[in-house]
C-alpha cells in the first residue's frame, strides 16, 4: 500500500506538474542558499589557510591595522597599510641566525598583477618545515639582477608575457590608467612560476631595487600612494639604514628553532615600537574568520527565513490543491480508500516535493558555491574549493526534510476530513 | 450474497430547515444473479438508497446487510474495506480520476491491497470485457462519453462484487449505445452471480430486469414487469 500511496502523490504532482515544480523550486532556492553559504563559509576558510601557510609565523609592517597588513601582504587583498624602512625591521631579526627575513615592497603592476619586490628568500618559502619549496619554476630562471621579472602562473596567463618579454610597470598595485605607466623602466622576463594555489600566483617578482629604482628614476619616490611615518624621528629607525636604502609594505619572518615563548616576546618587543607592528598571520585570520562567521550567521538567519516560506509555501500550495481535489477525494473514498490512505497520500506528497527540492537545493546549492568559488579564485587566486561537508550539511538537508511533511499536515487533515458523499455528488 | 434492507429510514437535517425523511423501508432484500431497476422520480431518494446500500451513507436508522454483515455497524476503515471488496458502483457523472484508464481501473484493486502485477492483469482484463483493450493508456479527456463510462464500469466490476450499483448509466448516451451498456451489466453481473441495482428514469429498461421497483414518498414499491 506504502508504494501505491507513493505512486499515487507522484502522479497527483505530475498532474499539475508547473505548481508542484515551482513550489520545489522554492524549495531548492532556500536549500541552496543555506548550502552557499556554509559550503562556501568553509572553502574561503581552508582557501586562505591553504594560501596563507607558507607565508611565515610572522609578518612585520608599518603601524596600522593587523589584520590589513595580513590580508594585504599573505592574500594581496586590500591596500597596503603603509611603508616602513627596511632598516626598521633589521633592528630586531637581521642579525639573528634563527630568522629568515623575506622583504615584500608593493607599489607596482603590470596589467594589474601586483609587482612584488623581493629577494631570492622568497623562493625558499615553504608549507612547512620538510615540504618542498612552494615556488617552483616552469622556466626560465629567478631574477639575478634589477628588473629581472619572474611571473607566476595566473600572471603569466594573465598578462600573456613570456620568458623573454619586455614590459613597462604601472603605479599602483592593481591595474590603472596609461598615464600611470613608468616608460623609463624595462623590465625582462626571466622565468614563470609553477601554480601554487596561492594569491601570489597572480604576481610578478623582482628585486626590491628594481621598485626602488623605478621610482627613483621617475621621481616619483614621495608619491607613493601610501603615507609612510616620519622615518627620521623613529628611535628605532636608524638615519642610515644597515641593509640598503629604500622602503617595504611588509616583511615575512621565517623563524627556526625559535621557542614559541620567544616569538610571542619578540612580537611584543616589536609592538612596543611605534612605528613597526608584528602580526601572526593565523591569529589575524582567525578574527578575519569571526568576521566572515558573524556575516555567514547574517545569511543563515535569511536562509533560515527562505526555508520557513518555502514550507509555507508548501502548505499553501498542497492546501489549494486539496481543495481543488475534494472531489478527487471522494471518489477514492468510494472505492474503498480509507481516511488514512489519504491522509498519507498528502504527507506522500510533501515529503516528495520537499525531497526533490532538497536534492535540487543541494546540488544547485553545491553548483552555485562551485561557481563562486572559482570567481574568487579567479580574481584573488585564493584556492577557494567546495566540498561536501557531512557533519554541517546533512543536519541542515534533515530540517527541511521534517518541516515539508509538516507543512503537508493541515492540508492532509483536510483531505482527510473530506465527507465522501458530499463532494461525490455536488455540483 | 444477499442483500437486506431492515428498517432502514433515512433522515436529512439541514441547519433552518425542518428535518426531512427521505426513506422508510421497513424491509427489502435481493439475491445474488437478480437484476433490479430501480425508478423514481428526480429527488425521490434513488441515489440515497444506492448511497446507504455502498455504505458511503449510513442510515438514520435500520441497518444494510450484505452477507449478513451491517456496514453501519462496522469501524469507518473496515466499512471502507468491506466496501472496496464487496460493493461495486458507477456513478452517474462517472467520476474518473485524471488518471488513464488502466490506472482508474486499477485504483480500488489497490486499496484492497492487491499487487501491482495481479492489478494489472485484472484491470486489463475488466477493460477488455467492456470492450476498452485499445484505450488503456487514455486518460478520460481523451474518451467518449460512452468510453468514460464504459471505463467506470470496468472499475466497478474489477473487484468481481457481489453487488452492483448503477446510477443513471444511460443518461447522457442514446437508445442504442444505452442498451448496450445495460446488456453489457447484465451480461458481466450474470457470469459473476452480482445483484445489479439499476437507478434509472429511463422507460426502455423496464422490460430488461428481472424485478421492477419503484421509491416513491421514500417506500420501495415492487412491481411486476409487464
Known amino acids: 500500500m506504502f508504494r501505491y500511496v507513493m505512486s499515487l502523490a507522484l502522479k497527483n504532482m505530475r498532474s499539475r506538474t508547473v505548481q508542484s515544480a515551482l513550489t520545489a523550486v522554492i524549495v531548492a532556492l532556500a536549500v541552496a542558499l543555506m548550502v552557499v553559504v556554509i559550503v562556501l563559509n568553509d572553502g574561503v576558510q581552508q582557501g586562505v589557510i591553504e594560501a596563507s601557510e607558507a607565508f611565515g609565523v610572522l609578518v ?12 594585504s601582504t599573505i592574500l594581496l587583498q586590500d591596500v597596503p597599510v603603509g611603508l616602513v624602512d627596511q632598516s626598521a625591521y633589521a633592528r630586531y631579526v637581521q642579525d639573528d641566525p634563527r630568522f629568515v627575513v623575506v622583504p615584500i615592497a608593493m607599489s607596482d603592476n603590470i596589467g594589474g598583477a601586483p609587482i612584488i619586490g623581493t629577494d631570492a628568500n622568497f623562493f625558499k618559502l615553504r608549507r612547512s618545515t620538510n615540504a618542498p619549496p612552494l615556488f617552483a619554476l616552469a622556466g626560465g630562471r629567478t631574477f639575478t ?73 621617475s621621481n616619483e619616490l614621495t608619491a607613493l600612494r601610501f603615507q609612510a611615518p616620519d622615518l627620521k624621528a623613529a628611535p628605532d629607525n636608524p638615519a642610515q639604514p644597515v641593509i640598503a636604502r629604500g622602503k617595504l609594505t611588509a616583511a615575512f619572518v621565517l623563524p627556526y628553532g625559535v621557542p ?69 477525494i471522494a471518489i477514492m473514498r468510494s472505492l474503498g480508500a480509507s481516511r488514512r490512505v489519504i491522509f498519507a497520500t498528502v504527507v506522500c506528497e510533501a515529503v516528495l516535493l520537499t525531497a526533490f527540492g532538497v536534492v535540487l537545493g543541494a546540488t544547485l546549492g553545491h553548483v552555485v558555491a562551485a561557481g563562486i568559488a572559482g570567481a574568487i579564485t579567479g580574481s584573488s587566486a585564493i584556492p577557494v574549493t567546495v566540498r561536501f561537508i557531512a557533519s554541517a550539511e546533512l543536519p541542515m538537508l534533515l530540517i527541511p526534510l521534517l518541516l515539508g511533511p509538516l507543512a503537508g499536515l493541515i492540508p492532509a487533515a483536510l483531505a482527510y476530513r473530506v465527507d465522501a458523499v458530499e463532494h461525490l455528488f455536488a455540483t | 450474497m444477499t442483500l437486506r434492507l431492515r428498517d432502514l429510514r433515512h433522515i436529512y437535517r439541514e441547519p433552518g430547515l425542518p428535518p426531512r425523511e427521505v426513506l422508510n423501508i421497513p424491509a427489502w432484500s435481493a439475491e445474488p444473479g437478480e437484476t433490479i431497476l430501480l425508478r423514481g422520480k428526480s429527488g425521490s431518494g434513488k441515489t440515497t438508497l444506492l448511497n446507504l446500500i455502498s455504505g458511503l451513507l449510513t442510515p438514520t436508522e435500520g441497518a444494510v446487510e450484505i452477507a449478513g454483515v451491517d456496514m453501519a455497524r462496522l469501524p469507518e476503515a473496515k466499512r471502507d474495506r468491506f466496501r472496496a471488496r464487496h460493493v461495486g458502483y458507477v456513478f452517474q457523472l462517472h467520476h474518473l480520476l485524471p488518471l488513464t484508464a488502466l490506472e482508474n481501473v486499477e485504483m480500488p484493486l489497490a486499496f484492497l491491497g492487491e499487487n501491482a502485477r495481479e492489478r494489472r492483469a485484472k484491470a486489463l482484463q475488466a477493460l477488455e470485457a467492456v470492450g476498452l483493450s485499445e484505450w488503456v493508456r487514455n486518460k478520460p479527456a481523451q474518451l467518449s462519453t460512452g468510453q468514460r463510462l464504459r471505463v467506470a464500469i470496468a472499475r466497478a466490476l474489477v473487484i468481481a462484487p457481489p453487488v452492483l450499483l448503477a446510477d443513471e448509466p444511460t443518461a447522457a448516451l442514446d437508445g442504442e449505445m444505452g442498451m448496450q451498456v445495460v446488456e453489457l451489466l447484465e451480461r458481466v453481473c450474470a457470469q459473476q452471480r452480482a445483484i445489479l441495482i439499476v437507478a434509472s428514469h429511463d422507460p426502455a429498461l423496464i422490460n430488461r430486469f428481472q424485478r421492477v421497483v419503484n421509491l416513491e414518498a421514500g417506500q420501495l414499491q415492487e412491481r411486476v414487469p409487464a
Do not use: C
Not at chain 1, 60 to 71: C, I, N, R, T, Y
Not at chain 1, 148 to 168: D, K, R, S, Y
Not at chain 1, 178 to 190: G, L, P, R, W
Not at chain 1, 305 to 312: K, P, Q, R
Open chain 1, 60 to 71: 612585520l609592517g608599518p603601524k596600522g591595522s593587523a589584520q590589513q597588513l595580513v590580508v
Open chain 1, 145 to 217: 639582477a634589477d628588473f629581472e621579472a619572474v611571473l607566476g602562473a595566473e600572471a603569466a596567463n594573465a598578462t600573456g608575457l613570456t620568458i623573454g618579454a619586455q614590459f613597462h610597470s604601472a603605479h599602483g598595485i592593481g591595474a590603472g590608467l596609461a598615464s600611470d605607466v613608468h616608460t623609463t623602466v624595462t623590465y625582462t622576463v626571466v622565468g614563470v612560476l609553477r601554480r601554487t594555489g596561492t594569491p601570489y600566483d597572480r604576481a610578478v617578482f623582482a628585486t626590491t631595487n628594481s621598485i626602488w629604482q623605478t621610482h627613483e628614476m
Open chain 1, 260 to 328: 614559541l615563548g620567544d616569538l610571542y616576546r619578540l612580537s611584543q618587543q616589536i609592538n612596543n615600537s611605534p612605528y613597526v607592528q608584528a602580526a601572526f598571520p593565523g591569529a589575524q585570520l582567525g578574527a578575519l574568520f569571526n568576521l566572515l562567521n558573524q556575516g555567514g550567521l547574517v545569511l543563515n538567519g535569511v536562509a533560515w527565513l527562505a526555508l520557513i516560506m518555502a514550507g509555507l509555501t508548501i502548505l499553501l500550495s498542497l492546501y489549494g490543491t486539496t481543495l481543488a481535489r475534494r472531489q478527487g
